[in-house]
């Protein structure tokens, strides 16, 4: 069965710190990628996504992501953090004829100002 | 353009009891999904619709959970009897026809379910 996998429950820095979020998947076929961020109190929104093309792809905020085919691997990572990033990050990936997408249980960043 | 709206926002109920959530996609998306999002947890899907079909509810606990989306548009997930277990977030999301523009889904603000 299709997953995904996060590597990370909580993970907490300062402020400038730079970030990375691991994210793997099992699925050997064509997949489009996605990161989620969810603010505290606001609903899910979109970071940044993959579906074919320059493997790193930028997002809002500074973010951005590398698709690593090999690894089956999309991590997120930005190079200095704000305290206004404390949120959960949510990895998901879509794949197979429904389009549906299997998600990571997600990743608690929190901020230190 | 407007976003995925979802009512009511927070429900609190005692168990057996049943509950309606109502949901409007953004105009123009065919594809309409429920998701139950338990504390700690990614988003599991329970149901989707293309336009007013049914795609997939392998994961709906059908002896309890109900979903329609009539005329292709707007939706309800009822929950009867209501189990303490069932106390979570529902999500609704949608997206261009299944496929398009990869799957993208938009999100609405979720219904926040506590069960007593």
């Known amino acids: 069965a299709q997953s995904v996998s996060q590597h990370n429950h909580h993970v907490i820095l300062s402020e400038a710190a730079s970030l990375e979020l691991g994210c793997n998947y099992s699925y050997g076929g064509t997949v489009n990628l996605f990161w989620y961020v969810q603010y505290p109190g606001q609903h899910l929104q979109l970071l940044l996504k993959?579906?074919?093309?320059d493997p790193l792809v930028k997002g809002i905020k500074g973010f951005e992501a590398e698709f690593i085919k090999s690894k089956f691997s999309f991590n997120l990572r930005k190079p200095s953090v704000q305290w206004s990033d404390t949120a959960e990050y949510f990895c998901?990936?879509?794949?197979?004829?429904?389009?549906?997408?299997?998600w990571g249980a997600g990743t608690k960043l929190i901020i230190k100002p | 353009e407007a976003g995925v709206a979802q009512s009511p926002r927070y429900k609190i109920i005692e168990k057996r009891q049943s509950v309606a959530f109502w949901c409007n996609p953004i105009?123009?998306?065919?594809?309409l999904y429920w998701y139950q999002q338990i504390l700690g947890q990614g988003p599991k899907l329970l149901i989707q619709?293309?336009?007013?079909?049914?795609?997939?509810d392998s994961q709906l606990p059908k002896d309890r959970f109900s979903a329609e989306r009539l005329k292709g548009v707007d939706s309800t997930l009822k929950i009867q009897p209501a189990k303490l277990e069932d106390s979570a977030v529902y999500l609704c999301?949608?997206?261009?026809?299944?496929?398009?523009?990869?799957?993208?889904?938009?999100f609405g603000p979720g219904t926040r379910l506590t069960v007593l």
């Open positions: 619709f293309q336009n007013n079909g049914v795609v997939d």
């Open positions: 999301a949608s997206s261009l026809s299944t496929g398009t523009g990869g799957g993208e889904q938009f």
């Open positions: 105009s123009g998306h065919a594809t």
């Open positions: 998901a990936v879509n794949a197979g004829s429904n389009y549906q997408l299997i």
């Open positions: 993959y579906f074919s093309g």
